[in-house]
């Protein structure tokens, strides 16, 4: 078992860092379309996930 515990946090920290790339590539495109500045988009995207993960948590609490 503790064995398919670590796989989950390898498997884990995979799909996070895939996000965090899909996330990057989306904020350069808004950027690129909208003629904001990148950091701009990168914050709201913060902020937005942030809004979101608050959501989930008190959803699942």
Do not use: F, W
Not at 25 to 38: M, S
Not at 51 to 58: A, S
């Amino acid at each position: 078992m503790h064995l398919d515990i670590l796989e989950l946090k390898e498997l884990l920290l995979v799909t996070q860092a895939h996000l965090r790339v899909l996330e990057q590539l989306e904020a350069e495109r808004i950027a690129k379309e909208t003629g904001q500045p990148l950091q701009v988009i990168e914050q709201r995207i913060q902020r937005l996930a942030e809004e979101i993960l608050d959501i989930v948590r008190e959803e699942n609490s």
